[in-house]
């Protein structure tokens, strides 16, 4: 169903939010990868390919152990897998999770033999059998002595170390959106809850394989894109459709702010026809209620000529926080949605 109140109440504060991302005179393709990759973010930090928040990482790397009862896998029941937040291997399986009353998700067994490694510990005082990734080497909680049968061991976990995978996500679906520069759009998606996967690259144009510099010459045809991998059990597309509304101003004909060109179309890459009729539906209501001044430009088109953006993209926005692009126009943009889309992110 289609909701746009929160839509409509976040763009009545509309003026203050385009004053952040256009009130300075930068464009995304002036600061490219003549900017060398700095340090990570200071909400993120790397670990192994990915990178995780620093309360993960203060579990996961430095040992730490989160407060009882606050973890979000505690009294959670789905069927599924648990498995590893730092390099994905998998775990625990749900079928061996119980309430053990500790505050700390508990399972009586691991889901294969050398899953997890154990490690005395001796820290606290305490004599204690400490539990990690057998993969990444990642800290993960500990195992006692005091759990059921049939194995009689209480395997207790961090909430943070471990990431779910329910058993029937198998299927993703894809969507794809231009809605300006594709690190912001990347940096956003990529934080909500059932996102798999972002991908920054180039839509809708001519040119084959086309290069970073020849997009933002404004030539090819092609707009900057973030092609979205979601859990459609987790996210719907419409959900997602709310945080493209959000991101960016799309009754702004070919710019975005002060990025000017054809390549920061407002489009809709429709993936399925059912895509396509949720996207003009949302159109006409939005159209509809006023939610803007101005008309609606985004185009819907079907899913074309896409290409994958080159490497140095990737998580941009994560791994060059000093570039000033990055400062002055995707971090202020970013901290917003984090606090408009708090329930929805995977960590919150
Ligand atoms: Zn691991």
Request: hydrophobic share 30%; net charge negative.
């Amino acid at each position: 169903m289609l909701d746009i109140t929160r839509l409509r109440n976040i763009w009545l504060n509309r003026n203050a939010f385009l004053a952040i991302i256009s009130g300075c005179f930068l464009s995304s393709c002036t600061y490219s990868q003549n900017d060398a990759p700095m340090k990570s973010s200071s909400d993120l930090v790397p670990y192994g390919d990915k990178m995780l928040p620093k309360n993960v990482c203060q579990v996961i790397q430095d040992g730490g152990t989160e407060r009882p009862f606050t973890g979000k896998y505690v009294y959670h029941k789905e069927k599924g897998t648990y498995c590893c937040i730092g390099c994905d291997a998998p775990l625990f399986a749900s079928s061996t999770k119980y309430e053990s009353g500790s505050g700390w998700p508990s399972f009586y067994d691991v889901i294969s033999s050398g899953a997890v490694k154990e490690v005395k510990d001796l820290s606290h005082g305490m004599e204690r059998v400490e539990i990690r990734c057998a993969k990444c080497d990642a800290h993960l909680g500990h195992v006692f002595e005091d759990g059921p049968k049939p194995t009689g061991l209480r395997y207790c976990l961090n909430s943070v170390a471990l990431d779910f995978v329910a058993e029937n996500s198998g299927t993703t679906e894809e969507a794809t959106f231009g809605a300006g520069c594709f690190w912001c759009v990347e940096t956003c998606f990529k934080e909500l809850e059932g996102v798999v996967e972002v991908y920054p690259g180039y839509a809708g144009g001519k040119t084959m394989n086309p290069t970073y510099e020849q997009v933002c010459s404004g030539t090819t045809g092609h707009a900057e894109v973030a092609r979205i991998v979601f859990n459609p059990q987790k996210i719907s597309f419409d959900e997602l459709l709310e945080l493209f509304w959000w991101i960016h101003d799309p009754t702004q004909l070919n710019r975005q702010g002060n990025d000017v060109g054809t390549q920061y179309r407002s489009v809709v890459f429709y993936h399925s026809e059912a895509q396509k009729s949720t996207t003009e539906k949302y159109i006409e209501k939005l159209t509809k209620e006023k939610v803007w001044d101005n008309p609606v430009v985004t185009e819907v088109k079907e899913i074309n000529n896409f290409y994958r953006a080159e490497q140095y993209h990737h998580d941009y926005f994560n791994l060059n926080p000093q570039n000033q692009y990055c400062q002055y126009v995707v971090k202020p943009k970013v901290e917003k949605f984090r606090k408009i889309f708090k329930e929805k992110l995977k960590y919150h």
